[in-house]
């Protein structure tokens, strides 16, 4: 193998790595966050599960908006 074709490109990578652990982060964080705002706000186990159909609706709901302006 040349070293010439075995190149990094670490400029591309450290922000992809960055962008991907913090957005599972806060995915990890959405089950450990339910039992939280159920106890503090009193709600049922079907409203607190809002929480994460929120979260989830929100990435279906921006890609659509990102389908429709890049047409």
Do not use: C, R
Not at 7 to 36: C, E, H, R
């Amino acid at each position: 193998m040349n070293s010439e074709n075995s190149k990094t490109n670490w400029g591309q990578f450290i922000p992809l790595v960055t962008v991907f652990f913090f957005w599972g982060f806060v995915a990890a964080s959405n089950d450990i966050l339910i039992p939280v705002f159920k106890k503090a706000f009193d709600l049922t186990q079907s409203q607190s599960q809002f929480v994460s159909i929120a979260f989830y609706i929100s990435y279906t709901v921006g890609s659509l908006i990102y389908i429709g302006v890049s047409l």
